[in-house]
């Protein structure tokens, strides 16, 4: 009797370790997809607020026939950001072409290029493997991320 009782409760042991298991990789699998649609959601927002400053910046092109000036004297200035007084962008909200500067909704900051033969919008993305040279961006210390480009 006292074999068959520790068969018994060794049996629902295994079956309880083996239910927690399926349940534990069956909530892993769950998050994994959340997250993952979360980090394409986020994206899809990025690269909406991107475009629509992209176009801004045309219209600023077209209408004073240059592109706004880049406060930090680099080549590149983090958008919204202040530079020895003046923000990055700026020129947009001041003359109207946007209401304000977009912000990031995650941690990635967006910045604003200045390269001989285009200009940039663009931001780290958190989906994309492989980021394809039409939107591929690189800053001076070799970070990649997705941008708009708008040729010269």
């Not at 003046?86 to 909704?105: N, Q």
């Amino acid at each position: 009797m006292k074999n068959s009782t520790l068969k018994s409760n060794t049996k629902r042991l295994g079956e309880t370790v083996l239910i927690a298991l399926v349940a534990l990789v069956g909530t892993g699998w769950i998050a994994t997809q959340v997250l993952g649609t979360t980090h394409k959601g986020v994206d899809a927002q990025k690269k909406i607020e991107l475009t629509q400053l992209a176009s801004a910046i045309k219209y600023y092109n077209f209408d004073n026939n240059t592109f706004p000036k880049e406060p930090s004297g680099n080549g590149f200035c983090k958008i919204d950001t202040r530079y020895e007084g003046k923000k990055c962008l700026v020129e947009l909200v001041v003359d109207g072409y946007v209401e304000t500067l977009p912000v990031s909704i995650n941690n990635e900051a967006y910045w604003y290029l200045i390269y001989s033969d285009y200009v940039a919008v663009g931001s780290g993305i958190e989906t994309e493997e492989e980021i394809s040279e039409a939107n591929r961006c690189v800053l001076p210390n070799g970070f990649e991320f997705w941008c708009v480009k708008i040729k010269k």
